[in-house]
Structures are given as structure tokens and as C-alpha cells.
T-cell receptor
């Protein structure tokens, strides 16, 4: 295990459902990230949190709502999703916000919207 | 904008043969470059990085990468591929917001 845990591993939801993805890290990192991974496309950075404060939102639709109650936990709340939102959602953390620290990733949540 | 390109979707190599996964970058200033690997049903794992110093960087699992400024490349290499090296490989660069910007990934298939 990498020290970054994501739950659930798999999620199937209807377009009218509300669900949440959870990410937890016990590495003492200060920054946490949500990425979307779709086949044959670059990883898309969605949100960045540093010391619980959101520092970046890359034009993500409002049907995705992040929450970071503390530096160890990160949530992604989902509602009224579209089929094109089906993807692998990856959480990552890093010691600081600077890229040279590198990121530690969780195993992801495979989301299918039906 | 800072970016990386991974021109091949898939790389096939026979077990025991040298493995090369290509990456070119586009940055202003000095590049910070990274390679990550993703095994099936797993998240990305760090392999190696280039920040400064020696152009040949050694990383995990016998991988190395060569930073070539004139060709703006950072190709990942392994002298002798193993079947267990079959995975998705991502090149990444520090972007203008000091985040990691990833390429689309290369699927490596090592044939026994």
C-alpha cells in the first residue's frame, strides 16, 4: 500500500444519484489532489487542496464538489453525473505543494455512471 | 504551457530485450521531469525524476531515464524487460502552477 487509501474501489451510480468518494492519507502530507483518468487521455487535474484550503479548481463542473475537512481526508461529492463522467478517479498527496516533491497516489475509484 | 507528449499508445517488447518509452517535453525555463508507472487496478507509482544534475537518472525496478536538453526528451529505459514490467507508464512535467502535468500514458506489453 502507498499510504493513500481510496474508497470505494468501484462505484456504479445512476445519473440522479448522489454519492461520495473518500480519500485518506497517513503520510503527514499537506497537499491533496483529485485527478480524473480516462483511457488514452492525459490525467486531468481537478482540484488541489493545501492545508485544507482549496487552491485550484480546473474548471470542473459543479456536479463535482470537493471537501477537505483536514489535511488527511479528502472527499469528492457527486450528484447528477453524466455517462461521460465514467472514469477512474485518483487521489494523490504530497509533502508540499511544489511539484518537485512528487505525488503519492491511491489506487483510485472506478466510477461508472449509468 | 508546460506539457509532455508521449507519442506511442503502446509499446510491445519481447522479454529480455531493451525497453524504451518515449517522452518529449515543452517548457519555459528548467524542466522538472518525472516518470510514473501504473499496474492494473492500481494508482500511479513514482519511478524517477530529473530536477538538476546528471542527465542519466536511475530509478526503481531497474529503470533509468536520460534527460536530453537539445532534443527536449526524457525517454525511459530498461536494459532487459520483464513480463512484470507490463503496465501503463506516464511521463510528467512541472507546470506553470508548480503542479504535475501528465501525458496520456504508454501501455507497455512485454511478451514472454
Amino acid at each position: 500500500e502507498t499510504g493513500v487509501t481510496q474508497t470505494p474501489r468501484h462505484l456504479v451510480m445512476g445519473m440522479t444519484n448522489k454519492k461520495s468518494l473518500k480519500c485518506e492519507q497517513h503520510l503527514g502530507h499537506n497537499a491533496m489532489y483529485w485527478y480524473k483518468q480516462s483511457a488514452k487521455k492525459p490525467l486531468e487535474l481537478m482540484f488541489v487542496y493545501n492545508f485544507k484550503e482549496q487552491t485550484e479548481n480546473n474548471s470542473v463542473p459543479s456536479r463535482f464538489s470537493p471537501e477537505c475537512p483536514n489535511s488527511s481526508h479528502l472527499f469528492l461529492h457527486l450528484h447528477t453525473l453524466q455517462p461521460e463522467d465514467s472514469a477512474l478517479y485518483l487521489c494523490a498527496s504530497s509533502q508540499g505543494q511544489a511539484a518537485n516533491y512528487g505525488y503519492t497516489f491511491g489506487s483510485g475509484t472506478r466510477l461508472t455512471v449509468v | 504551457a508546460q506539457s509532455v507528449a508521449q507519442p506511442e499508445d503502446q509499446v510491445n517488447v519481447a522479454e529480455g530485450n531493451p525497453l524504451t518509452v518515449k517522452c518529449t517535453y515543452s517548457v519555459s525555463g528548467n524542466p522538472y521531469l518525472f516518470w510514473y508507472v501504473q499496474y492494473p487496478n492500481r494508482g500511479l507509482q513514482f519511478l524517477l525524476k530529473y530536477i538538476t544534475g546528471d542527465n542519466l537518472v536511475k530509478g526503481s525496478y531497474g529503470f533509468e531515464a536520460e534527460f536530453n536538453k537539445s532534443q527536449t526528451s526524457f525517454h525511459l529505459k530498461k536494459p532487459s524487460a520483464l513480463v512484470s514490467d507490463s503496465a501503463l507508464y506516464f511521463c510528467a512535467v512541472r507546470d506553470g502552477n508548480n503542479r504535475l502535468a501528465f501525458g496520456k500514458g504508454n501501455q507497455v506489453v512485454v511478451i514472454p
